[in-house]
Structure formats: structure tokens, C-alpha cells
């Protein structure tokens, strides 16, 4: 049911929880219901009655009922107050409450999806409000799940996701990687700890035919970036054998080495970490190649580089956020458009760039113009043979421009 469609409900027809309490609710102000009718999951702070119902009367990550201004039923939320996205959505159906029930059935769905997609468990599970799941991040690394909790709502369900995971998955650990800048807005600690069996030292990645280590300490995100394995695929179809390769911002090494597993002759995986360039070297030779490494900035060594002449056939820039909030956008958008304008300063006559970009702000379209931009300040002339975006465990949420944040341009640049 959306939009009016949805039914009239009465205290007496709800859901009670605890000891046979009624939730409270959360009531919109009047028109500020028509994003979440149309399928968006947050409520921001400035869209609440405060008159008819205070947030301060909400502790972070009690549960309500969120009505409109007419007492319309919207559904079943966990509320923050301190937050400026202060509730968000988790069930949308009178009769379903926000529950361990819930939980597993959501699971179940999200499983379903992955399996028919995945011949091996290796991928993202859970993808937040992609798999209506707000907050929550799962990640599957065969009998190990890495999870990560971004909300004062899902941190208050820690002990029903668990038991959820165990009944759906039955996984020999679970591990909370609750480390992500996200829990400073939800006045959250960061920690890291088993929420299920014995933290494991090392994570196995499968990839294709390819298969990755990564250490649990000092481990980027949940430990691996799934949502790069589609592009990784496309990259393999646009490869050509003998290339000399130059990856930039590295972490495990997955693009070089699937680079060199194809024909590469030569790969230079470029990192800040050198904990990260030593995992790369690793993987590289678990799979039967090898990598040259180099630490630094990647501005830093991309100029290093060209003052070499260093020449390469292609270049992956597979860069952090540069635009992590919408005020960074101006500096962020400056960042991409040099990195872009460094790397095509050392590319072959005829060669491959591959530019990505995680940063929600920067739109496909910006990227793309940025990667031209940089072309024309270095004389050269681009052409997108591809374009790509986030793996299918990373599902898109049509109503939630927040869950399409990854971008990926695969570029022929040669002489103008």
C-alpha cells in the first residue's frame, strides 16, 4: 500500500510491545509526509510536530509510530532526537512491527537476492535502506559476517540482529566493525567486537576466479569493497595483454592483480598504507602474479611519476570520497578533476583510464564532465566506452538517491 492507499488504524489495531504498551508516536507536520508516501525511509528533524510531539521525549533508538498530520498511520520507525535524520522508517505495515521477526524476514529476502546472483558467499548482505535495513551493513566473507551499525536504532536492536543472523545464516562469527565516522552523528562510540563466535584474524575473499586475504586490524570499511565487483568484471572485457598498469589508491590490490591475471605485464599499486601495499603483495602472489608497490599521496606520486616519465597503458583511480558532505562539494569536484588531469599526464598515445568515484554529491554526469575537463587541459581526447556503478548486492533503492553512490567510467584517451 502507499500513498493514501494507506488504511485508517486505530491504537486498538496495532502492535503492542513490551508489556502490552501501545508505541508512541511521532507526528509529521502538515505535507512533510509525501517523501516518506513516496518511498523515502528518513524523517528529518525539521519535518516533526514538535508541538504535538516533542522528540525530546524519545529516547535514541526507541521505536514509534509515525503518523502525518491527519493521525494517518506511516509506519513503524526508530527515532533519534539527536539526530538531524531523526527517525527512520522500518516497517511500513500496521501489523508488522519492527521485531526479530522482521529482522529474519528481511534477511531472508536480502539472501534470496545474493544467491541468485552469487555462486559463492562472498558479497554484500545487507545494503541498509537498499534492503530496507536502515543503518545496518552486512557483509558475508564465506562463514564470517562483517557488520557494520550506523544508527542509534539498529544499535538498540544489536542483540535481535544477531539472533536473527544466527537463525537465517548460522555463521561460524559474527563481527561488529563499528568503526565508521556515521556513529559520531548518532553520538555513538566506535568499537569493534564479536557479536557472534571468535573475531577472526583474517578475512578469504572469492572474486571470479580470484581469491583475497585481508587482515581483520586495520581493515578498511567491513574489510573488503564488494561494490566494486561488477566494474571489476567490465574491466577484464576492456583489458588487452601486455599492458602496463598503474593503480591508484590500491588498498588489497584487487585491480592489479585481476590486471595481471589477464596479461598485464607490469602493475604499480600506489597506497597511503603501507599495511594496505603489503596486503596487495600478498594477494598478488596467493594468486600467481606479482605487484610492485609504491606509498604515498596519490597527487604526490602521480606528479613523482610523471616527472619519471612513467608512461602507462592504464590507470584505475579508485579513490576515497573526496565529497563526503555537500559543502565539499567545490573543494571535492577540484580533487577529482586533478586526479583525473595527473593521471592522463601519464598515459600511453592510446591507453585506458578507469575514474571512479564513491562520493554521493558528485552525480554521474559531474563526474563524466571532470574527466573532459581534465582531457581538454591536457590536450587529449576521451571516450567513454563504458560506464558502471555498484555491484547487485548494493541494490538501488528507486526512492532514495542516497543508496546510487558509486560511479565508474571507463575511458579510451588518446592524442587530440
Known amino acids: 500500500m502507499i500513498d493514501d492507499d494507506l488504511p485508517e488504524v486505530a491504537d486498538a489495531d496495532l502492535p503492542s510491545t513490551g508489556a502490552g504498551a501501545v508505541l508512541p508516536i511521532l507526528r509529521l507536520k502538515r505535507g512533510e509526509d509525501r517523501r516518506l508516501r513516496a518511498g523515502h525511509l528518513w524523517v528529518f528533524s525539521n519535518e516533526v510536530d514538535i508541538g504535538a510531539t516533542p522528540l525530546t521525549g524519545f529516547a535514541p533508538g526507541a521505536h514509534a509510530r509515525v503518523h502525518d498530520y491527519r493521525d494517518q498511520f506511516l509506519g513503524y520507525a526508530y527515532v533519534n532526537p539527536h539526530a538531524l535524520i531523526c527517525a527512520r522508517i522500518l516497517s511500513r505495515s500496521p501489523v508488522h512491527p519492527a521485531d526479530r521477526s522482521l529482522l529474519v524476514h528481511r534477511l531472508k529476502v536480502a539472501l534470496a537476492l545474493r544467491e541468485r546472483h552469487y555462486a559463492v558467499p562472498y558479497y554484500r548482505l545487507v545494503f541498509g535502506e537498499g534492503d530496507g535495513l536502515p543503518g545496518l551493513v552486512l557483509d558475508r566473507y564465506g562463514e564470517v559476517i562483517v557488520g557494520q551499525i550506523a544508527t542509534a536504532g539498529m544499535e538498540a536492536m544489536r542483540g535481535e540482529i544477531e539472533s536473527a543472523v544466527e537463525k537465517v545464516l548460522a555463521p561460524q562469527a559474527l563481527v561488529w566493525k563499528n568503526d565508521g565516522g556515521a556513529r559520531d552523528l548518532e553520538q555513538l562510540p566506535k568499537q569493534i567486537i564479536a557479536g557472534l563466535g571468535k573475531m577472526p584474524e583474517t578475512l578469504q575473499v572469492v572474486e571470479g576466479v580470484l581469491q583475497f586475504h585481508v587482515p581483520m586490524a586495520g581493515a578498511q570499511k567491513t574489510g573488503w569493497f564488494y561494490d566494486q565487483g561488477a566494474n571489476r568484471e567490465q574491466f577484464r572485457r576492456l583489458l588487452w595483454p601486455g599492458v602496463r598498469v598503474l593503480?591508484?589508491?590500491?588498498?588489497?590490490?584487487?585491480?592489479?592483480?585481476?590486471?595481471?591475471?589477464?596479461?598485464?605485464?607490469?602493475?604499480?599499486?600506489?597506497?597511503?598504507?603501507?599495511?594496505?601495499?603489503?596486503?596487495?603483495?600478498?594477494?598478488?602472489?596467493?594468486?600467481?602474479?606479482?605487484?610492485?608497490?609504491?606509498?604515498?599521496?596519490?597527487?604526490?606520486?602521480?606528479?613523482?611519476?610523471?616527472?619519471?616519465?612513467?608512461?602507462?597503458?592504464?590507470?584505475?583511480?579508485?579513490?576515497?570520497?573526496?565529497?563526503?558532505?555537500?559543502?565539499?562539494?567545490?573543494?571535492?569536484?577540484?580533487?577529482?578533476?586533478?586526479?583525473?588531469?595527473?593521471?592522463?599526464?601519464?598515459?600511453?598515445?592510446?591507453?585506458?583510464?578507469?575514474?571512479?568515484?564513491?562520493?554521493?554529491?558528485?552525480?554521474?554526469?559531474?563526474?563524466?564532465?571532470?574527466?573532459?575537463?581534465?582531457?581538454?587541459?591536457?590536450?587529449?581526447?576521451?571516450?567513454?566506452?563504458?560506464?558502471?556503478?555498484?555491484?547487485?548486492?548494493?541494490?538501488?533503492?528507486?526512492?532514495?538517491?542516497?543508496?546510487?553512490?558509486?560511479?565508474?567510467?571507463?575511458?579510451?584517451?588518446?592524442?587530440?
Not at 602472489?285 to 605487484?291: H, M
Not at 567545490?330 to 600511453?348: D, H
Not at 574527466?371 to 571516450?383: K, P
Open 247 to 416: 593503480d591508484i589508491c590500491s588498498y588489497g590490490g584487487a585491480w592489479a592483480i585481476t590486471a595481471m591475471r589477464c596479461g598485464a605485464r607490469e602493475a604499480l599499486c600506489v597506497d597511503s598504507s603501507e599495511a594496505a601495499l603489503a596486503v596487495a603483495e600478498s594477494n598478488a602472489v596467493a594468486n600467481g602474479v606479482a605487484v610492485k608497490t609504491r606509498r604515498g599521496d596519490a597527487f604526490d606520486v602521480l606528479d613523482q611519476l610523471q616527472r619519471e616519465g612513467e608512461r602507462f597503458d592504464v590507470v584505475v583511480l579508485d579513490p576515497p570520497a573526496f565529497i563526503k558532505r555537500r559543502k565539499d562539494q567545490p573543494r571535492g569536484e577540484a580533487a577529482y578533476r586533478k586526479l583525473n588531469q595527473l593521471a592522463m599526464r601519464l598515459l600511453e598515445r592510446d591507453a585506458l583510464l578507469v575514474s571512479c568515484s564513491c562520493s554521493f554529491h558528485l552525480g554521474a554526469d559531474d563526474l563524466a564532465g571532470l574527466i573532459q575537463a581534465a582531457a581538454r587541459h591536457n590536450s587529449r581526447f576521451v571516450q567513454i566506452l563504458a560506464a558502471g556503478g555498484q555491484s547487485p548486492d548494493h541494490p538501488v533503492h528507486p526512492a532514495i538517491p542516497e543508496t546510487r553512490y558509486l560511479k565508474a567510467f571507463f575511458c579510451r584517451v588518446t592524442r587530440a
